[in-house]
């Protein structure tokens, strides 16, 4: 199968980032040209330490030409200048989001429900997060998700659909096949016992 989106990669960080190898194998990650969006998702460091780390990410994203997103903080995504943000249902509104970052992307998640879809492209979102496709290590999975859900949300949403929950090397082609525009992926990159980042990047082709 040739995919027509050559970047069809949403990479969302590791839970942690605590050396600087990390930042080595991102780089290398990235240079695979399959990577549109890179998100930091840290939900136990400290502001201070956020900023640190997103800053030294934002230099490896604009090299490779991939748009920085932040996990939950508008402020913070304005502070350190990334391309944009992503919000849970539970996060700050879309509309007070926009007046914090203009005209920058803010992705909303809305599980596996049209509804939620059907609302997140009326507020204008730039895309919509649907999932969980598959059991993820990740984080708990409360809302599951599949190929019907994903067809049911493409027929009346026109916004990119960024399929999330479990995705890897074994299920990633069905989701595409099926007209999802981009695929978060985070621990089969990061956690994968068998691969280093970079292996495991290419192996998504």
């Known amino acids: 199968m040739k995919i027509p989106n050559k970047k069809f990669v949403y990479l969302i960080s590791p839970n942690n980032i605590n050396s ?37 990410i934002l230099k490896i994203c604009k090299k490779n030409k991939v748009k920085f997103i932040i996990n939950d903080d508008p402020y913070l ?20 989001a926009k007046k914090i970052l203009k005209n920058k992307i803010i992705g909303i998640t809305c599980h596996n ?9 009326l507020k204008n979102a730039d895309y919509i997060a649907i999932g969980a496709f598959f059991k993820s290590l990740t984080k708990i999975v409360n809302f599951k998700a599949n190929i019907a859900t994903l067809k049911k949300i493409k ?9 999330i929950g479990g995705i890897n ?37």
């Open 169 to 205: 090397e074994k299920n990633y082609k069905n989701l595409l096949l099926n007209k999802a525009d981009f695929l978060a992926i985070s621990g089969y990159i990061w956690n994968n016992k068998k691969l280093r980042p970079q292996q495991a990047i290419k192996m998504l082709k």
């Open 155 to 163: 027929k009346y949403i026109r916004i990119p659909i960024v399929a």
């Open 77 to 96: 995504a304005r502070k350190v200048k990334a391309d944009g943000c992503h919000l849970g249902q539970n996060d700050m509104n879309i509309t007070e």
């Open 20 to 56: 600087k190898s990390f930042y080595i194998n991102l780089n290398l990650v990235l240079k695979s040209n399959k990577v549109k969006f890179f998100q930091l998702r840290l939900k136990k460091e400290s502001t201070k330490k956020k900023i640190e780390i997103a800053k030294r």
């Open 113 to 121: 429900s049209l509804k939620l879809a059907r609302i997140a492209s």
